[in-house]
């Protein structure tokens, strides 16, 4: 093949997404090349990614893990940036074609602007980017010509289902949920499941962080906020589905009523490869979906006495302006507290909306207006932990 190699840079690599694209790469080493690599704190892995791929470049979170690292390559003569600004530098890196932009939170929007500023495709796995500055990242890619093409499964679907369509045509897009560990489990349990049970997803294995999110379907509803902005879309445009075969991802309703709807077997790779090669198609290494063995799907509405956090989202995408911030905000500290077994499951809930209910909205233009209504919401949750903690001493 005389086709040019396209040279990636993946944002957390040595995360879920990170990993299963490091597997899509290696089976097509002749199309993919990797220059760049950046991780957290997990420098034993990534020695091994980086002795593998070869990269000119890493990047990880500060000058102990640099040094971990470079005692874990030996002579290796990477170059090894770090913090904030090493991770907003490799993901502009000028030898890039495209980033893979997969560190999870709100830690992934710096890079992604950086990497959007510069014109690079982007494959777009970091949904809190688009939950939180949707509108600054559209104009950004408008401005320089960066295709984003996401890696969500549903969003993939969503973005194949809309290939080669005028949007004017379509009337609703739903994304599909498998409705997590907790579907089915009797509500009066809900609010005290423990961090085991809340990690075993039935369908999917993902990162910590989205796995609880799936548990509390909040996941779901930073998808909505995601694909509103991905797909210029109106919040009454959006609806979920919840589909425990998770085989259905995304479905398209047009005007005239045909749906559309993109299926594929339950593993990220699919979608993550299609991120790579789009427009192109390439094989994949896994068996056909065989529909036959599946035979049923099925298709619920979302229980919201259920799934409260999901009402929450659907909440904060309607109204719009500073409350998706303070909804991930919020989310991603009493993720994190939940992680850290300092919450019940069922205070995600209450902290959550805690801070959606004591918000004072306003309009974000800029970076800077998203950081601080972010600090703001953080600081909140923060404080209210700090409350809960005291009345349980
Ligand atoms: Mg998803």
Known sequence: MNKRKKRLVILGSTGSIGQSTLDVIRRFRDRYGVVGLAAGRNSGLLARQVEEFQPEIVAVESEKQAGELRRNLGRSRVRILCGEAGYEEIASVATADMVVSAITGIAGLKPTLAALRKGKDLALANKESMVVAGDLIRKIAARTGSRIIPVDSEHSGVFQCLRGR?????????????????LRVPLEELSTKTLAEALRHPRWKMGQKVTIDSATMMNKGLELVEARWLFNLRPDQLGVLVHPQSIVHALVEFLDGSVLAQLSQTDMRIPIQYALSYPE?????????????VRSLEFFPVDEQRFPLFGLARKALAAGLSFPVVLNAANEVSVQAFLEEKISFGQIFEIVSYCLNHHQPRALAELDDILAVDRESRGQAQLYLKKMKGNIT
């Open 281 to 293: 198609r390439l094989e994949s290494p896994l068996p056909s979906l065989d529909l036959a063995e």
């Open 166 to 182: 005028d949007k004017k045509f379509i009337k609703k897009v739903y994304l599909t949920a498998s409705g997590g560990p907790f």
